[in-house]
């Protein structure tokens, strides 16, 4: 037996774990988000559920998002390509499929946790310190289980997607540890201005060293093997993976320049952030010219299609991140909806559409079977991509009603009736993506558990 | 006194991305370029095409219609809040 063949009949348990994973908590996730929305405007909607109230709804909403539906999709995608790049076998499956269930186990405890109260109050790092332990431990068997079947692969050459693939494992096992102050387990946190400078190197580096490169990792896979042409440039592909890891772990302080913290740190924020032009087109010009003239490949694969649209999003949320690092753009840019939008097209749009894409990708092939529907999959592209386009106008909209009225020193009661017509339209298209997050699981369970050919 | 976590954290992820860089330069990654371009190529698992049954129409008509009523949902909510302000 070769060893094409060995890997061909290995069950891909833990990519297929991971895929179920992602399918539902992007339900969970999208319901949270959906109902945060409305508590916005409909704030009593909730008044007698404690558990629900805005304040639990939101940190449960972003931690399912971001650890339950887009980093499952795209470890789903990776460990799939992983061992198939290299030329060997998954190190371990058990390992991987108990991956999968401490990283299940970590998500209930998640939504039992925020929504119970427990939570440490930090952006993005709210969870608690045994579920930091957990997350981190999760991270460290991914790391293990990467790096040993990279040592024990039979392809000399490591292709960029295990590059960005392991990169993303390690850093956000670091990151992590570092930015939840895991040595202090009864606060995690550091006091004053010193955690906020901390909590931002985490906030931001858990999307940019996390979703990017997993993004990124699972893009220059799936568009090659779409539209079954080479790679435009290996070397400009490490020249984006070699800038990434260079300039984006120490900009988290742009979300800091109207806080009292260093200058040197500001500055270092700012210019690494307008930096990340160089990794970020590096990998978009060599996506895009190795898809040149062969859109209709892209077109034909759902898979294709949702990583396509994704890299599209990636040029919008990037560009947008960089000028919104800019002291004067960010007078009116912060601390209102314009964030909001823009987080959704990078963790939506791009992340959370190329984890999808990942997904539909690999299902068929690591089950062997078709998709189950390839309609549904396509009303699901639509839905989202319907969604995140209106989230993006209507949150930048109101982003800009609320930047200028702080600037003009308006007073909070005044401008809230202005933008309560984009919250209504807001919830609306929640509706949209929470429905799509439906369709997706049954599409993806019935496609994994529906009988073999021939069956009806 | 924060600057030692800064410090740390920046000295770790430089020193590992230096070890990282050395090793592969030291281990060839660098070179072939060309064939690296098509690694993803070099296994080609296909799909078979999506199979039809009365039964999965059947599903995917129901889903469709769910899926219409969440669509009408939000049209609805947005025509109220257009007639409403």
């Known amino acids: 037996m070769t060893e094409t063949e060995t890997i061909k009949l290995s069950d891909y348990a833990t990519a297929k774990g991971f895929c179920l994973t992602s399918a539902f908590w992007m339900m969970a996730a999208t319901f949270m988000g959906l109902l945060g929305a409305t508590e916005l405007i409909a704030p009593a909607v909730t008044e007698n559920i404690g558990g629900l109230v805005f304040g639990r709804v939101r940190p449960t909403h972003v931690n399912l998002v971001l650890f339950g539906f887009a980093t499952p999709g795209l470890l789903a995608a990776t460990f799939y390509f992983f061992p198939r790049v290299l030329q060997t076998r998954l190190y371990s499956e058990k390992l991987g499929v108990f991956t999968v269930i401490a990283w299940n186990i970590m998500l209930v405890c998640t939504v039992a946790t925020l929504l119970s109260g427990n939570t440490q109050a930090r952006e993005y790092a709210e969870m608690i310190w045994p579920v930091d332990i957990l997350v981190v431990l999760a991270f460290a068997l991914i790391v293990f289980n990467f790096f040993m079947t990279v040592q024990r692969r039979t392809e000399p050459l490591i292709y960029v997607s295990i590059w960005y693939a392991c990169a993303a494992a390690v850093l956000t096992m670091l990151t992590y540890a570092l930015g939840n102050v895991i040595w202090r387990p009864d606060g995690g946190a550091l006091t004053g201005i010193p955690d906020a400078i901390l909590l931002w190197f985490y906030g931001h580096n858990i999307f940019g060293l996390l979703l990017t490169p997993l993004s990124i990792g699972v893009a220059y896979y799936v568009v090659p093997k779409a539209i079954r042409a080479p790679l435009y440039s290996h070397t400009l592909s490490l020249l984006g993976f070699w800038a990434l890891i260079v300039v984006y772990t120490h900009i988290g302080t742009h979300h800091l320049l109207q806080v009292p913290v260093p200058t040197w740190l500001k500055v270092v924020a700012i210019v690494d952030s307008i930096a990340m032009v160089i990794p970020v087109m590096a990998f978009l010009i060599n996506i895009w010219y190795t898809a040149r003239g062969k859109l209709g490949a892209i077109h034909a694969d759902i898979g294709a299609k949702f990583v396509f649209t994704g890299t599209i999003m990636y040029f919008f949320v990037s560009i947008q991140g960089s000028m919104m690092a800019l002291p004067q753009v960010q007078r009116v840019t912060h601390f209102n909806n314009w964030v909001v939008g823009h987080a959704h097209i990078g963790v939506l749009g791009f992340s959370g559409m190329i984890a999808l894409g990942g997904l539909y990708y690999v299902l068929p092939r690591m089950t062997g079977k078709p998709l189950f529907s390839r309609f549904l999959a396509d009303f699901q592209y639509w839905l989202i991509l319907i969604g995140v386009v209106g989230f993006t106008v209507i949150l930048t909209i109101a982003g800009l009603i609320q930047g200028n009225a702080w600037l003009n020193g308006e007073t909070v009661y005044r401008v809230l009736p202005e933008i309560h017509l984009y919250y209504v339209i807001r919830a609306a298209l929640g509706v949209l993506i929470f429905v799509s997050a439906v369709l997706g699981f049954y599409n993806i369970a019935r496609t994994m558990f529906m009988p073999e050919r021939g069956a009806g | ?85």
């Open chain 2, 1 to 85: 006194m924060y600057f030692p976590y800064f410090a740390t954290y920046m000295a770790v992820g430089i020193a590992l991305a230096i070890a990282a860089f050395v090793w592969a330069l030291k281990n060839g990654q660098f070179t072939d370029q060309q064939r690296a371009r098509f690694l993803p190529l070099e296994d080609d698992a296909g799909a078979g095409e999506v199979k039809r049954s009365r039964m999965g129409r059947l599903e995917i008509l129901a889903l469709g219609f769910l899926a219409c009523a969440g669509l009408a949902a939000s049209a609805a909510v947005l025509v109220f809040a257009l007639v409403s302000f």
